[in-house]
């Protein structure tokens, strides 16, 4: 069984920075695609960022783009989501997910896509 821990979420001005982490159990992770979606209240949930098996390949939402950085720690099974520059409008919960299919070496954006998800960590960017 996986399981995805998010950490890092809080209450941060805007402008502001913030560092989530997804722990990551079992010895399959470094073999998966990873992405990181958010929710916001009354919202769908979005793909924010995603990143091939060993990194190589990275993708963002056009709202993220040039202030959110993903990338991942095979040795340490973690990945991370770096986020800049942050606005009021990326207030969310925000969850990792594992991509449903093993060895992907591209970044699906699909919710559908991906088999296992965190609990979900709140980020509130106050103006």
């Known amino acids: 069984q996986v399981q995805l821990v998010e950490s890092g979420g809080g209450l941060v001005q805007a402008g502001g920075s913030l560092r989530l982490s997804c722990s990551a159990s079992?010895?399959?992770?470094?073999?998966?695609?990873m992405g990181w979606f958010r929710q916001a209240p009354g919202k769908e949930r979005e793909f924010v960022a995603g990143?091939?098996?060993?990194?190589?390949?990275?993708y963002y939402g056009d709202s993220v783009k040039g202030r959110f950085t993903i990338s991942r720690d095979n040795a340490k099974n973690t990945l991370y989501l770096q986020m800049t520059s942050l606005k009021p409008e990326d207030t969310a919960v925000y969850y990792c997910?594992?991509?449903?299919?093993?060895?992907?070496?591209?970044?699906?954006?699909?919710?559908?896509?991906?088999?296992?998800w965190g609990q979900g960590t709140q980020v509130t960017v106050s103006s």
């Open positions: 997910a594992r991509d449903g299919t093993p060895y992907r070496a591209y970044v699906r954006f699909g919710v559908r896509e991906y088999d296992y």
């Open positions: 079992g010895r399959s992770f470094s073999a998966y695609a």
């Open positions: 990143i091939s098996v060993n990194g190589g390949v990275v």
